[in-house]
């Protein structure tokens, strides 16, 4: 089984509508992050959290909010969706000495 | 904004060594260099890292400079399945400043290895 899940694996929405993208991991651990990637560009932070009562923004975090339920879950709202939000979804685990991230498999968001 | 510096691309025969060049001329000492790379549009994993001392594991080696302002990823026997895109990143180390230092992903280098 996979150490870091996301849920859903592909969306397709509709301009203005509401979407929660959801991030699972077995991993124990403190750190988890969320990227976005635009196609031919490497990965951008949208948010981060070092454990359950510890949020912070990234670099993008503007129209994005988090969700920190649990150490094992971590959640992504886009509160009304917009086309240019339109892109693959990353989340990532870390230990606190963070020799190294890993990556769920992705959500590939598509807003018309 | 990436502090590394890498050619967008390289092609690489199979069976033959990849090396990777990266350039971070203004690492400083508490800056570890993290190699990471992505096979198509999966999630990045993770190859190596070190700090000024060449490295080595199951994947790849890394060698660092003396200056540390350069270093490569080699992947010693380069296979098909190596084709992706290859992330040269530094970063403090995060036992280091309250541990607050993210991963700053650039636009990496695209390996091809052909057959």
């Known amino acids: 089984d996979a150490d870091v899940t996301q849920t859903p694996r592909n969306r397709i929405t509709k301009t203005g509508k509401r979407i929660m993208l959801e991030c699972s991991q077995t991993k124990g651990h403190d750190r988890m992050y969320w990227y976005r990637q635009d196609p031919g560009l490497g990965l951008r932070l949208i948010y981060y959290s070092f454990d359950v009562k510890d949020i912070n923004k990234g670099e993008i975090s503007d129209g994005y909010s988090v969700s920190r339920q649990a150490q094992a879950k971590f959640s992504l709202s886009l509160e009304s969706a917009i086309p240019n939000q339109t892109a693959l979804y990353f989340c990532?685990?870390?230990?606190?000495?963070?020799?190294?991230?890993?990556f769920g498999p992705g959500t590939r968001l598509t807003v018309l | 904004d990436a502090k590394t510096t890498q050619p967008p691309s390289m092609d690489c025969a199979e069976g033959r060594a990849a090396n990777l060049p990266c350039n971070h001329s203004?690492?400083?000492?508490?800056?570890?260099v993290y190699w990471y790379r992505q096979i198509h549009s999966q999630g990045p994993q993770y190859i190596i890292h070190?700090?000024?001392n060449n490295e080595t594991n199951e994947m790849a080696s890394l060698i660092i400079t003396e200056d540390r302002k350069s270093s490569t990823l080699i992947l010693p026997h380069a296979t098909l399945r190596d084709t992706a895109v290859y992330y040269c990143i530094v970063r403090v180390d995060l036992r280091l400043q309250g541990g607050s230092e993210k991963l700053v992903f650039g636009k990496g280098m695209k390996l091809t290895v052909n057959p």
């Open positions: 070190g700090l000024k």
């Open positions: 203004t690492i400083s000492g508490n800056e570890y």
């Open positions: 990532a685990t870390e230990t606190r000495t963070g020799n190294e991230q890993f």
